[in-house]
């Protein structure tokens, strides 16, 4: 038997990618960083998925295959804090007519969404 340990993810700017994503999961870096091209977050308590990011030179997709999902019971504070750390509302024309996310990007401009987890 298999388990996702890791979700790896493309920057531009790892140090950058690297804060963001520490702000916006409350995740710390498993290792100290040695170079700007690697590192890897994981849940400041406890076990969870970790988080590496790894240099790219590939341009971010705009319909991504694979995507982050956030979930939480506060969609819009969430959202808006998301926002206050760099994240940016990705216009996106695929929504349905009641959705219960939002696509953001990160400052790298990966796309994730905020799941409403209250949401029917």
Not at 63 to 78: G, I, K, M, S, W
Request: proline residues 7%; charged residues 25%; hydrophobic residues 40%.
């Amino acid at each position: 038997m298999v388990r996702i340990g890791t979700v790896v993810m493309g920057a531009s700017d790892v140090r950058r990618a690297a804060a963001f994503w520490k702000a916006a999961l409350g995740y710390v870096e498993r290792d100290p960083a040695t170079d700007d091209d690697w590192v890897v977050l994981v849940p400041a308590e406890g076990p969870g998925v970790g988080l590496a990011l790894g240099l790219s030179g590939t341009p971010v997709q705009e319909v991504p295959r694979v995507h982050l999902d956030l979930y939480t019971e506060e969609q819009d504070a969430e959202v808006d804090r998301l926002t206050g750390l760099g994240a940016v509302r990705v216009d996106w024309d695929l929504y349905p007519d009641d959705p219960d996310f939002v696509v953001l990007a990160d400052p790298e401009g990966n796309r994730f969404c905020v799941i409403d987890t209250t949401h029917g």
